[in-house]
């Protein structure tokens, strides 16, 4: 079928290493931000959440960064693993708008 | 166990046939959507629903039609399937909060 869109930029690191995915977005009025996981052949899966309110959050492994004055988003996974190989969206959303996603960025990690 | 789920995961089909993709949630959200994903590519809202009998096109053109009879139901529908319809087809359903859970994902394949 015929493609819509751009290819996702690829991030490659090697296992062990500490993994950041940035993202820019869009809509200063944004209060609430998500990060997916998609791995091949899968739908998106949830990782983390922020809220507007805040500037970092802490999950297992992964840490999301929030700074309003650049609308920057960015996800940092500590020791980065062959199955945390696959693509990361970032996506936004105001009060109860839908979310917006953005490109994507494609990890690959190498043993 | 409250979950998306979609049928069939993998549709090969000839040029003109009538296809419905199915989606189907068991968590109770008033809110669903349906996206087109091309391998390796962005995610495009295609079709969004916020309660029964209110559905909206979203942000990417389609040729695809959706109903919302039912609450936990969202059907996709393409009267006519072409090669460009070719693509995977993610549902999602959200509920107060705007995190989107997502379906597996359906593979189309439009001979």
């Known amino acids: 079928g015929e493609s819509v869109g751009l290819h996702l930029p690829t991030l490659s690191v090697q296992e062990g290493d500490n993994s950041i995915i940035n993202c820019a977005y869009s809509?200063?009025?944004?209060?609430?931000f998500i990060w997916y996981k998609q791995e091949s052949g899968k739908g998106p899966q949830f990782i983390i959440d922020i809220r507007s309110n805040m500037d970092k959050r802490q999950g297992q492994r992964v840490t999301v960064l929030l700074n309003k004055t650049v609308k920057h988003l960015s996800l940092q996974i500590a020791a980065t693993q062959p199955g945390d190989s696959a693509v990361y969206f970032c996506a936004e959303s105001r009060g109860f708008q839908k979310l917006v996603f953005g490109t994507g960025t494609r990890l690959l990690v190498s043993p | 166990e409250a979950d998306i789920y979609q049928t069939p995961r993998y549709l090969v089909i000839g040029t003109g046939k009538k296809i419905t993709l199915e989606c189907s949630q068991t968590m109770g959200h008033d809110k669903m959507y349906w996206y087109q994903q091309d391998p390796g590519m962005e995610l495009h809202l295609i079709h969004y629903s916020y309660g029964v009998n209110s559905t909206e096109k979203g942000d990417l053109s389609s040729e695809s039609t959706v109903s919302r009879i039912r609450t936990e139901h969202f059907p996709l529908t393409l009267e006519s399937a072409r090669p460009s319809h070719t693509s995977q087809y993610l549902c999602a359903s959200s509920g107060t909060y705007n995190e989107q859970f997502f379906g597996p994902g359906t593979r189309l394949t439009v001979l």
């Open positions: 809509n200063s009025a944004s209060d609430y």
